[in-house]
């Protein structure tokens, strides 16, 4: 599949059913100073020495820490409050953004619908990795599961395990989120797709469906094949 416009390329593997982690997320990040200057516009880095940073998420909330090795130790830093539970998060490539995938719905294929469903920016502080909100946040028809962007920081893509498929994203030199981009036919994720990621040539997009297991007098439905 390319970024621009994803297409279904060949037969997926066969995949086994996997955990699903819920609403929890942990993500790690080493801060050195590095700004989003060289995006384009940006305030100026804060010189600090190396830190390593740690944020959690639990439902609406996101906290972050500082971990230190040598003490074994986690320091909370802040929480954020989220518009909605988390469901993923990952950083842009220059490490200086997060892009968030938010929703209120309930989780597996039974679970409530919801109504707030949104893809959002934020901008990391280089000093303490405090977040702030970086442009406006996009509405999503239904729950996102999973978000991951492109190895050039161009394209934010994101999975939906009801409907089966995924939508891209534009993000700009300034890292903010822009327009979706219109897919010629609707790619197929497969049955509860769960995840999307880039290969390392940033040329493919691959998607992974976990599938369904028998639910009363539906039968077992096969995710990636």
């Known amino acids: ?26 993500l790690g990040l ?14 100026k880095p804060t010189p600090d020495k190396s830190r390593s940073i740690v944020y959690a998420a639990l439902g609406e909330e996101l906290s972050r820490y500082e971990v230190d090795a ?6 909370k830093l802040g929480t954020l409050k989220l518009p909605a539970n988390l469901q993923f998060a990952e950083f842009h490539p220059c490490r200086c953004f997060l892009y968030a995938v938010v929703s209120n719905a309930g989780s597996g294929t039974l679970g409530a619908k919801g ?9 990391i502080d280089s000093g303490d990795g405090a977040l ?15 978000v991951t962007v492109d190895r050039k920081g161009e394209f934010a893509l994101v999975a939906f395990n009801q409907s089966g498929t995924i ?20 790619p197929d994720g497969g049955i509860f797709t769960h995840q999307v990621v880039t290969t390392p040539a940033n040329k493919t997009v691959i998607a992974l469906a976990r599938g369904n297991d028998a639910v009363g007098n539906r039968p077992s439905e096969i995710g990636s094949y």
Request: aromatic fraction near 6%; charge should be positive.
């Open 1 to 26: 599949m390319q970024h621009e416009r994803l297409f279904q390329h060949g037969k997926a593997p066969t995949l086994r059913k996997w955990a699903m982690a819920g609403t929890a997320c942990v």
């Open 30 to 43: 080493l801060l050195s100073g590095a700004s989003v200057a060289a995006l384009g516009k940006a305030d």
């Open 70 to 75: 040598s003490r074994v130790t986690l320091t």
């Open 115 to 123: 109504d707030k469903h949104l893809l959002m920016g934020y901008r």
């Open 132 to 146: 702030y909100p970086h442009g406006e946040a996009i509405p999503l028809p239904e729950r996102p599961i999973h």
């Open 167 to 186: 939508k891209s994203f534009r993000i700009d030199r300034n890292g903010y989120l822009g327009e979706e981009v219109a897919q010629a036919v609707t």
